[in-house]
């Protein structure tokens, strides 16, 4: 017992020394060069967990062990300090610049470069505040971002990927979409759905063929590459970020119809209304469908973050949970993540690291269609209630009820001052039901994972091997009930697929980095491995008694069942050099080898080699005067990359092209059924890569110690070797097989200018102004030259592939005038109908309207892509917008013939009175639905107010911003612009682009956010 108490007491006397030992340090970090206080700046206790950051005005408090205790300081882009404690109590820090070894430094494939040093054409966009966006995606929120980058929402629904081009659309028969990068880890594009932004550091966009070379043949269509948040060393550091946002959709006034304004129209015209107009204002409903099928909803973030650790161990966490309900009827998606990264330094030559990030995500989809919905005519209610339940007939519907759904046939044969009515125009089922009354889901379960080992062999040469990949397993699953189908229990089905898919990587890599004298080298030499292995699984069936059983062992007939399995090999052996010479002659060159199982053995490898120079004005003696010069770089790049994404009719085609495929089907055999098999394929041993060539002049500069800094980029790439498919004669059995054949060229300019003006101590302005030009030509297109193609064989409107074009052209007739109404069968009915018929223009001037009249009538590319940014600080508070626009495009909106009903034998034109029908053409083989698809979109709104220290005081909280934000405030479309999202595109194919079937509309978004540092 006495042995006990003795040891409590030299613990509590341990104890005691040592808070006596303790001393509290504070001071003010400024910038050396303006005494501006500097926000966030790291101060921790050198060898230590203990550190703490800067407030609002540059104060810090930290307790110390003692005398002995050094203290560092460091700040993105400035020099990193220490300080020895000693005797004293305040220690006030005025960092520099570090202008050498703090240079800004830019992601590139395999590496990292200064970026005074960079060669190539590479934007990089760092993420300050862009977790305020409130979208469910990272991708949506890049929007306006990179100059010569283009994100189209081309499918509005909760969480759906957008479609992103950089510089323009390169390939025919396969992939434009760029390769995702993140933290070095080759991933599939789908990993873009499953980051949490408060999880991103930066983006770098490798654009021209010189920076993404070093991918071969994943680089064809530009590289975006990610970088996650890291650990600091010192005091863990919590975060917390949660915003609220209503959604809303922007509607369509062209689509906005009314039976109030018909009934006037119809009696100006004529003097009275017919009784079908004052049957619909009977029924008493009157309002668009617009209202119910886009009913908004709300998207709501939560993410939790932990960061920190010591000179040698740095750890990251982050949990994220979103949910957005959309703003389609039934849309709604929910994600779930968690992201796990540590790095270790376990010696001085010895380095490691993990990441783990699984995810989880549930959407249900808006399984209709709006073309299909907002046609449905304005009066009917989506059910009955007291009012309408009168007007049904009861003949032909004696078991409708009050709440079920209504019908347009329930009103038919109603008897009106002594006359029969019908008002219906369709047997088709509410619209409401066509969506409630189905349900279509996708659950995903994501798993993405890295482990990399890194060993330092020598002074500047290293060796780092890395072991990454996937595996994600998708649940589609897609139910449709009786009420859900005129026919009714007779079209009830169910749908069910399962689909894994494991992705890994193996990269190892030696890298070089010295400098020697005036000379800059780095190097690097390795050897890549990646594996993809798919299997997967579907079952149909029909036949359903009734809905409260929604399995596939409630099915009265199994339709159809479906399983298989396909993978894929790449691999890689890349090096690239980078040279500078007194930090202004620059020079960089890379070779990859990639050979791929998608091709045959004499054509597997493909070479992909890239060099660039540049040449830093400014570091030459005859510019040293100009002192308004801060910066002024020449760059050249030439670069080749490849692509080997085919985008066949069935996975199979896409992956062994090159061998003779086999399909199973039935056959009859000696009178009985049997299974046999047929050729899927014309195999084509040579069949190989694409291949693009790309030059880039490019010129970066700074102006009047920043005031002014930006780049210009003029590009030239070709695409050739392309892989698509040319028509083969009929005797084969086949009317196409794939060859490497055919030239796409993309040519552009790109400007990015930027301005940080410092108005008073208190008011900063930031600009930025981006704008892209690129242009789309179909060099050669083999014996397609010329290939007029619909996409639809019912309302078969026409697209022309035609060399010196862009890829894909609308092509048909030109519109002179429309029908005047009189000559119309019934102008009034349906409510919003128009005439699916026009006259058009007799080009050639023969009387005749026949092919040799029709024309190119445009085409679905942007001629320009713009944005404006402004971001202004002060005091407290923050305030930003961004402008982004694009111009040239057009769509083709069959949406149009849906939705005014041109299709309804009522708005035909009398053959017995109408003059001049030698000239008359459906509307959709004309320009009447190419439409402008320009645009201007107010993208982001945001003001926030920072807390200060005298509001915080001595909380746990060391950092506290509150925030509004709006996205798509405003937006602005074409006059001649019907629908309700110019940027909706239909996915067909690169040779029909620019289809629009109504699409999904523009969300505009308000929310209002907190975010808390702790």
Do not use: C
């Not at 079920?404 to 044969?413: C, E, G, L, V, W």
């Not at 619909?790 to 609308?810: Q, T, Y």
């Not at 923050?878 to 982004?884: G, I, K, P, R, V």
């Amino acid at each position: 017992m006495k042995r006990k108490i003795l040891m409590l007491m030299v613990l509590l006397t341990g104890f005691s020394s040592y808070l006596f030992a303790q001393q509290t340090i504070s001071g003010n970090i400024v910038d050396k060069t303006d005494n501006s206080p500097l926000i966030g700046v790291s101060v921790y206790e050198k060898g230590t967990t203990n550190g703490t950051v800067t407030d609002f005005d540059g104060n810090y408090a930290l307790s110390v062990a003692g005398e002995e205790s050094v203290l560092v300081y460091s700040f993105v882009g400035y020099e990193t300090i220490e300080k020895l404690v000693g005797a004293l109590t305040v220690i006030d820090v005025a960092l520099g610049v570090d202008s050498e070894s703090l240079e800004e430094v830019v992601v590139v494939g395999y590496g990292t470069q200064k970026k005074s040093h960079l060669t190539g054409a590479i934007s990089k966009v760092v993420n300050d505040d862009m977790e305020q966006v409130a979208v469910a995606r990272v991708d949506d929120a890049l929007v306006g971002k990179i100059s010569g980058v283009s994100i189209q929402a081309t499918d509005g629904g909760a969480g759906t990927a957008p479609t992103i081009r950089i510089r323009g659309t390169g390939s025919i028969s396969g992939s434009s979409d760029p390769l995702i990068v993140v933290d070095g880890i080759v991933v599939d594009s789908d990993y873009l759905g499953n980051l949490d932004m408060n999880d991103v550091a930066s983006f770098e966009v490798l654009k021209d063929a010189a920076s993404a070379a070093i991918y071969g043949s994943r680089g064809a269509n530009g590289v975006i590459m990610i970088t996650s948040k890291q650990g600091k060393a010192g005091k863990t550091k919590f975060n917390y970020n949660s915003y609220i946002g209503f959604k809303e959709a922007h509607k369509s006034d062209a689509y906005d119809f009314s039976v109030a304004e018909t009934a006037a129209a119809e009696l100006a015209a004529t003097g009275s209304i017919s009784p079908q107009t004052e049957y619909k204002q009977m029924i008493g409903v009157d309002r668009s469908w617009q209202d119910v099928i886009f009913d908004g909803g709300t998207i709501t973030n939560h993410s939790l973050s932990a960061r920190g650790g010591n000179e040698n161990t740095k750890f990251s966490t982050a949990l994220n949970y979103s949910h957005d309900e959309g703003v389609l009827l039934t849309d709604d998606y929910k994600k779930y993540s968690l992201k796990l990264k540590l790095d270790t330094k376990i010696s001085d030559k010895f380095s490691m690291g993990v990441s783990l990030t699984p995810s989880f995500s549930d959407r249900r989809r808006f399984d209709g269609s709006t073309h299909d919905i907002l046609r449905q005519t304005v009066w009917l209610p989506v059910y009955h209630d007291e009012n309408t339940i009168q007007y049904v007939d009861r003949n032909t519907y004696p078991d409708v009820q009050v709440g079920d759904y209504a019908n347009q046939r329930h009103f038919d044969n109603y008897m009106l001052n002594g006359s029969e009515v019908d008002i219906s125009n369709t047997s088709n089922v509410n619209p409401a039901a066509k969506v409630k009354e189905r349900d279509y889901t996708y659950k995903k379960f994501k798993l993405y994972g890295s482990v990399y080992a890194k060993y330092k062999i020598i002074s500047g040469l290293n060796f780092k091997t890395t072991v990454g990949g996937s595996f994600q397993n998708t649940d589609v699953r897609r139910w449709q009930g009786p009420l859900a189908h005129r026919n009714g229990a007779d079209n009830t089905q169910l749908f069910e697929s399962n689909q894994n898919r494991i992705h890994l990587v193996n990269d190892n890599f030696f890298s070089y980095n010295k400098r020697i004298g005036d000379h800059d080298i780095s190097a690097i030499l390795g050897v890549s491995v990646e594996t993809w292995d798919t299997e997967f699984s579907s079952m149909s069936g029909t036949d359903y008694a009734f809905d409260y059983i929604q399995n596939m062992s409630a099915a009265g007939t199994i339709s159809s069942a479906d399983s298989g399995e396909y993978e894929e090999r790449l691999l890689s052996f890349t090096s690239r050099v980078n040279y500078a010479y007194k930090d202004k002659y620059l020079a960089s060159a890379s070779f990859r080898r990639d050979g791929s199982s998608r091709f045959g053995s004499d054509t597997k490898y493909g070479d992909f080699t890239a060099f660039s120079v540049g040449w830093r004005l400014t570091e030459e003696d005859f510019l040293k005067d100009y002192s308004f010069i801060d910066n002024l770089k020449l760059r050249f790049s030439f670069g080749v990359t490849g692509n080997n994404a085919i985008d066949a009719s069935t996975v199979y085609e896409e992956h062994y092209p090159y061998l003779a495929l086999l399909e199973t089907s039935s056959a009859i055999v000696n009178g009985a059924a049997g299974t046999g098999f047929n050729a899927l394929n014309i195999s084509n041993p040579d069949l190989g890569w694409e291949k693009s060539v790309e030059f880039n002049p490019g010129i970066d500069f700074m102006f009047f110690n920043g005031l002014l800094a930006g780049s210009f980029d003029y590009y030239k790439r070709t695409s050739d070797n392309l892989i698509l498919e040319n028509p083969v004669s009929s005797t084969t059995g086949f009317d196409a097989a794939l060859i490497n054949r055919g030239e796409v060229e993309n040519s552009g300019i790109e400007i990015e200018l930027r301005s940080r003006v410092k108005i008073t101590n208190d008011l900063t302005w930031t600009g930025t102004l981006l704008a892209s030009k690129n242009k789309n030509k179909l060099n050669d297109f083999a014996e397609s030259n010329g290939q007029i193609q619909s996409v639809d064989s019912k309302r078969a409107a026409e697209w022309i592939n035609m060399e010196g074009l862009p890829i894909s052209s609308f092509y048909g007739w030109v519109v002179d005038k429309d029908i005047p109404l009189e000559y119309l069968n019934n102008p009034y009915h349906p409510v919003g109908a128009e005439a699916q018929d026009v006259y058009v223009k007799d080009l050639n001037g023969d009387g005749i309207i026949d092919d040799e009249d029709k024309a190119v009538l445009g085409n679905p590319y942007p001629e320009l892509i713009w944005s404006f940014s402004n971001d202004f600080s002060y005091k407290n508070f923050d305030f930003s917008f961004m402008f982004q626009g694009s111009h040239g495009a057009e769509v083709r909106n069959m949406g149009d013939q849906y939705i005014f009903n041109q299709f309804n034998s009522r708005m035909d034109y009398n053959p017995a009175t109408t003059p001049d029908q030698q000239f008359i053409k459906a509307k959709i083989f004309t320009d009447d639905i190419v439409q402008d698809a320009s645009y201007v979109a107010l993208r982001n709104v945001n003001i926030g107010y920072s807390f200060g220290n005298e509001v915080l005081g001595r909380t746990f909280i060391e950092k506290a911003r509150v925030y509004v934000s709006a996205q798509n405030l405003l937006y602005f479309t074409a006059d001649d612009y019907t629908g309700f999202n110019p940027e909706s595109v239909d996915n067909t194919s690169p040779t029909t682009y620019g289809y629009q079937r109504a699409g999904s509309p523009v969300y505009r978004t308000i929310s209002v956010g907190v975010n808390l540092d702790f």
